[in-house]
């Protein structure tokens, strides 16, 4: 019998007489893909996607907006900018809604139409396709990248390489550069990075980010669908018999005939002994993931199009009707569904659901970002002395007013205090604050004698700007009257 | 480190550590591959071929073979490496320090010379300049502001205001004295303020009550005037300190009785209770915590308190 070469490049140990043995490996090295261009409807939606995508991503940190960068991050100063809002810490919230909302759009999105989101918008799919156009011009089509990388090295062969690795550290760094330009102010940033005078994070955060872009969108590819992203796993949940796959006509397609245009045999047989496939295997050049969609569906498929494109064409030059591959559901294609029932199926319980959630969330969180006052307010009582006896025998506590006016404009702002009868401020009651300025004032606050209960009362704390009188906030704090 | 009394837990964790180390990488190196003897049976039906691990149970049900990436493989060997390029870099085997001598307080230290490092220019701008000029500057108000909220205000009050046993910054009554260098001095170098128990030595609770009332009556206050005249005879126990007319002194942080200001309160009970059992305060020295450059800064913020019209008017 043959040696067993169960994966690749391994082989089997064989003695003559002895038992025959199997060498079995559990890992096993990356065939490298070499996709075809595809052209097509859907491949002009996924570059239109990677030209809107890009050029919001390249493009945003340039924007200005009131003297300053429209979008920063600033980590040192914990304070992050979008156009007119400015969030604080303290707003973290809002990222944790914006995440559970990024987290049922997907879900929602995939229960309808399975995984667009790799196959047009992922930052993934995004890198690889621009890596892979530049691929393409500098090493040539598939067939011609095939044979470069099966000749012996040589001067030409160095050249396109090198020249390609260059081209894609270039926009790898770019990318990093970008990247970084969220979070350091992108006109320092460019001369720093001119003159080469970083700061070490910032440098190596642009080092590492175009590391992992080129690391990612050169060499590992659909390997990062594959075995890293967890999306690609956790998928068949969101799925049903009526999300929206590519999908392989098996029942036209099959079986396959290899043949070429108005093939004078074909018309001699049989019908049905002939599918529509011929077998010319573009679907499975064009795929980025390496599969073959013929297979049926499968978890590597990242919901391209590609195939579709490629099939669609063919079609076209044997004069076939297209969509042999196409966007289809599991229903659809067991039970003959048209497209009319394909789309009144989309209204089913688990797309209705989802989008319940979905639409609560973005109005709570729509709401919440709109109503939110750009001011806080905390208040800090002292606690080194309970209360103290002032002239008259007032009653004196002492707090801490913590002001952060997290908007943008300076303010003045009147302080008020009320809930015991007589409370009123012994310290000024107006302070000025600067945009995005915290102050800690300290405040005294007095009670006539007799007035309030022995032991704690509540009071409210209310500021109020004098020139904006919509912008103001209220803070509880206890006011203590010895016994 | 001493943080066992035996060197016996040392070998223990390092001995430990490595073996978990070891046995992960053979682990992985016994499971990356294996060698499957073909059953008589199996033999020409080339188990694996069909992307089998050439199991087979219950007749016909096979394992199917769907390899990691070796990539994948490589980065499990990869922490190992970095585990073992660690452990000899950082402290982690027992007591062994690492090469590298890293230690959480040592960056600690480094984080404090950083934070001195940056900040140091802007309190040594103002180091060289004298007490009064620097309560003059808006921006060293400020910085003397943030300073007092964190450090002093826990018991003098954010308001400087101080409570029983804390005294008032703001007023002009000081205990020992309100220059400028001085204020300076008593944070540098902090106070340890006296009062001896006089009970013993005065007598009598009777006693004790006649100096009370006395002391009562030299800030003006309500007393029992024969009292007084008792007091006054005996109040020449506590002259030595507070002087003659109970006016104080300031070199030996005596309080000024004449005035209104009680740091421990002002009615008769609570006057005999500090003559009779004394009082004994403390104020920190913060020169060695704070260091000078930020104490100057920080003095000079107290003495503006008390002396609004000395410094630029502060909203």
């Known amino acids: 019998m043959e040696p067993v070469e169960p994966n690749g490049d391994g082989g089997a140990a064989m003695m003559p007489g002895a038992p025959a043995v199997a060498l079995i490996k559990m890992y096993a090295a990356r065939e490298e893909i070499y996709p075809r261009e595809a052209k097509g409807r859907y491949a002009t939606v996924r570059w239109a996607c990677v030209w809107l995508t890009q050029l919001v991503f390249y493009g945003l940190p340039w924007l200005n907006w009131n003297g300053r960068q429209a979008i920063l991050f600033d980590l040192a100063a914990r304070k992050f900018y979008l ?19 990024c987290a049922f759009a997907l879900f929602l999105v995939t229960a309808v139409a399975g995984r667009v989101w790799c196959g047009f918008a992922c930052p993934q799919t995004v890198y690889t396709e621009i890596f892979l156009w530049i691929e393409r011009r500098i090493e040539g089509a598939r067939g011609a990248r095939i044979r470069l990388d099966r000749q012996p090295w040589s001067v030409g ?31 320092a940033l460019l001369l720093e990075t001119g003159a080469l005078a970083l700061e070490s994070w910032a440098g190596f955060w642009i080092l ?6 080129y690391g990612n969108a050169g060499w590992m590819r659909e390997q990062v669908c594959k075995y890293m992203c967890p999306y690609a796993r956790f998928q068949s949940a969101m799925f049903d018999q009526d999300t929206l796959i590519i999908s392989y006509d098996q029942a036209r397609g099959e079986p396959r005939a290899p043949r070429a245009r108005h093939d004078p045999v074909l018309a001699t047989l049989a019908p049905g002994a002939a599918g529509d496939c011929i077998d010319c295997t573009m679907c499975v050049q064009v795929c980025p993931t390496g599969i073959d969609i013929r297979q049926g569906l499968q978890y590597e498929c990242i919901g391209c199009a590609a195939c579709v494109d490629a099939c669609n064409s063919v079609m076209e030059k044997i004069a076939l009707p297209p969509g042999l591959i196409r966007y289809s559901t599991g229903h659809a294609l067991t039970r003959g569904l048209s497209v009319g029932a394909i789309r009144r199926r989309v209204l089913r319980p688990r797309v209705l659901v989802y989008s319940g959630v979905l639409a609560l969330i973005v109005a709570a969180f729509a709401a919440a970002l709109a109503l939110r006052t750009p001011l806080k307010l905390d208040v800090i009582r002292d606690r080194g002395g309970m209360g103290r006896e002032v002239e008259g025998g007032a009653i004196e506590n002492v707090y801490r007013l913590q002001i952060m006016n997290t908007g943008e404009t300076a303010h003045r702002f009147k302080i008020a205090v009320s809930g015991i009868e007589s409370a009123r401020l012994a310290t000024p009651d107006e302070a000025t604050l600067g945009g995005t300025a915290t102050r800690a004032l300290p405040v005294r606050v007095r009670v006539d004698h007799g007035k309030g209960q022995p032991g704690s009362n509540q009071i409210v704390f209310e500021l109020t700007a004098l020139d904006a009188p919509s912008l103001h906030v209220k803070e509880k704090a206890v006011f203590f009257v010895p016994r | 480190m001493a943080d066992f009394t035996t060197g016996f837990w040392d070998g223990y964790i390092t001995v430990l550590t490595l073996l978990s180390i070891a046995g992960c990488g053979l682990l992985l190196w016994s499971q990356s591959r294996y060698k499957l003897k073909l059953t008589p049976a199996q033999d020409g039906e080339a188990p694996g071929a069909a992307g089998t691990t050439g199991h087979i149970w219950d007749e016909d049900l096979t394992e199917l073979n769907t390899p990691m990436p070796r990539w994948w493989m490589w980065l499990f060997y990869i922490t190992i490496v970095f585990a073992l390029a660690y452990l000899a870099l950082y402290p982690g085997l027992g007591s062994y320090a690492g090469k590298l001598g890293w230690k959480s307080s040592g960056a600690y230290q480094a984080e404090l010379k950083q934070a001195d490092a940056d900040y140091g220019p802007l309190f040594a701008k103002y180091a060289g300049q004298d007490l009064k000029a620097v309560a003059a500057d808006p921006q060293a108000h400020a910085i003397g502001e943030r300073l007092f909220m964190t450090y002093c205000a826990q018991c003098h009050g954010s308001d400087a205001r101080g409570t029983r046993g804390y005294p008032d910054l703001t007023d002009n009554d000081w205990l020992y004295g309100g220059a400028p260098s001085v204020v300076k001095a008593s944070i540098l170098r902090g106070r340890n303020g006296q009062m001896p128990a006089m009970g013993a030595a005065l007598g009598s609770d009777k006693d004790v009550e006649e100096v ?47 005035d209104k200001v009680w740091l421990h309160g002002g009615s008769v009970e609570t006057v005999m209770q500090t003559i009779a059992k004394g009082r004994s305060s403390t104020m920190p020295p913060f020169g060695d915590f704070l260091g000078d450059a930020k104490v100057h800064v920080l003095a000079a913020y107290v003495w503006s308190l008390s002396n609004q019209t000395a410094t630029v008017a502060q909203q």
């Open chain 1, 83 to 101: 156009f007119g809002l400015v969030l604080w810490p303290q707003d973290f919230i809002y990222l944790a809604a914006l995440l559970i909302i």
């Open chain 1, 157 to 187: 062969k160095v050249a396109k390489k090198s020249l390609k690795h260059v081209a894609w550290g270039l926009v790898a760094l770019w990318t990093g550069f970008t990247f970084v330009a969220y979070f350091s102010p992108i006109h």
């Open chain 1, 208 to 213: 590492f980010y175009a590391f992992a872009t």
């Open chain 2, 212 to 258: 009370a009332h006395y002391v009562q009556s030299l800030s003006g206050q309500q007393a029992d005037p024969i009292k007084i005249v008792f007091g006054k005879a005996k109040f020449g126990a506590c002259m030595a300190c507070h002087g003659a007319g109970g006016l104080g002194n300031q070199a030996l942080g005596a309080p000024n009785l004449s």
